[in-house]
């Protein structure tokens, strides 16, 4: 098969195709870990001199700050930053179904909405793969009411969840909209349904509040022409049926900390799916070293890669703990054994000596 350009070989397997060569990238990667591997450069310019097949965005939300730790975005929610690339909502503006009648989301037609996509879009169309975060329907509410206050809506005020719910659905079609205008090649969501040993909510809660919805925000992402990959970590297998009969193009991560086996999901649902992962972020990438990094590698995709519909990356993110050995182990490994056909011959042995 003649070479690809990035954004056909991640567009391939989202259509569940074989590509010349397994695509990789990541949701993030660590300031920490891109430092080492090549100092001093933002993860745009990161992407680009890694090769990697895709660059992110998402929405431009503006930011009050507070104090020196603390910030209030255009949602009403006061984050804290970290050390990590994320900060942490540590403040919810809404507490009931009053204040949700006064509040108001952020506008998605806002000027200046979309301005770093529009860039990306400018510099890197048709050669890498610009995919656009956008939420589906847990995180929102999540957000907007807090961790313990959705979980407690969930038995003690369903009402209020389905306001939140539709709000999410409403706001983020509008936006995807807004995107596929601009020239987003696909979309991914991060909204979380489960831990490490199960749903946050029974699957009959899931099927009653958020499956429908969920179909409704997936279908209208993908009739803008924006293939969807859905990100939840934890063990989703009571879920799973009605996250797929939702339309997503891709499923990630296939958490194996909680138990997920990507080789099971590939046999069982590779027809309906294309997966994304799933190297061990939590154990071998931060604790193992690059032969067992490698290794597990070339497992994932013995067991994922045939037939296509894989982008191989890490089971979450490529946090501040993950070894940049490792990274680099992992990422020399899929260009070593991803090309197509497949073969995991051709390279001589799991010595790890090529990353020292």
């Not at 006061?78 to 507490?95: D, F, G, K, L, R």
């Not at 809506?153 to 209020?160: G, I, R, T």
């Not at 990356?313 to 490529?318: A, M």
């Amino acid at each position: 098969m003649a070479e690809l350009t990035s954004v056909e070989r991640v567009l391939r397997v989202l259509r569940n195709e074989e590509p010349d060569r397994i695509p990789h990238f990541e949701w993030i990667i660590d300031h920490r870990v891109r430092e080492a591997i090549i100092p001093g450069c933002s993860m745009e310019e990161f992407t680009v001199r890694m090769g990697l097949d895709a660059i992110l965005t998402g929405p431009d939300f503006r930011k009050q700050q507070i104090d020196d730790q603390r910030y209030r975005n255009e949602w009403g929610v006061v984050s804290q930053y970290t050390a990590e690339e994320h900060s942490v909502p540590v403040e919810a503006p809404i507490q009931s179904q009053e204040d949700l009648a006064h509040y108001t989301p952020p506008d998605p037609h806002a000027p200046g909405r979309y301005a770093s996509l529009e860039r990306l879009v400018k510099k890197y169309k048709g050669k890498l793969a610009i995919g656009v975060h956008l939420n589906d329907v847990f995180s929102i509410p999540r957000y907007l009411i807090g961790y313990e206050g959705v979980l407690m809506a969930l038995a003690a005020d369903k009402e209020l969840v389905r306001k939140l719910v539709a709000m999410s659905v409403e706001v983020n079609i509008e936006m995807a909209h807004e995107v596929a205008r601009r020239g987003a090649d696909f979309v991914f969501t991060g909204d979380d349904y489960a831990s490490t040993t199960g749903p946050l909510m029974s699957p009959a809660t899931f099927r009653e509040l958020f499956a429908g919805p969920l179909k409704q925000v997936v279908t209208e992402f993908k009739q803008q022409g924006l293939p969807v990959i859905k990100h939840t970590d934890g063990n989703i297998m009571a879920l799973l049926d009605m996250i797929l009969d939702s339309g997503i193009d891709c499923l990630d991560p296939i958490d194996p900390v909680a138990g997920m086996d990507i080789g099971l999901l590939k046999r069982d649902y590779g027809h309906r799916v294309a997966l994304k992962g799933n190297v061990d972020c939590a154990h071998t990438l931060t604790f193992g070293n690059e032969q067992d990094t490698v290794r597990e590698t070339k497992e994932v995709i013995r067991k994922a890669a045939g037939g296509g519909g894989l982008i191989l990356s890490s089971s979450n993110s490529i946090h501040s703990a993950v070894k940049p050995g490792n990274y680099l182990a992992m990422w020399n490994a899929i260009r070593m054994y991803g090309k197509y056909p497949i073969s995991l011959d051709t390279w001589g042995g799991d010595t790890g000596n090529t990353f020292a």
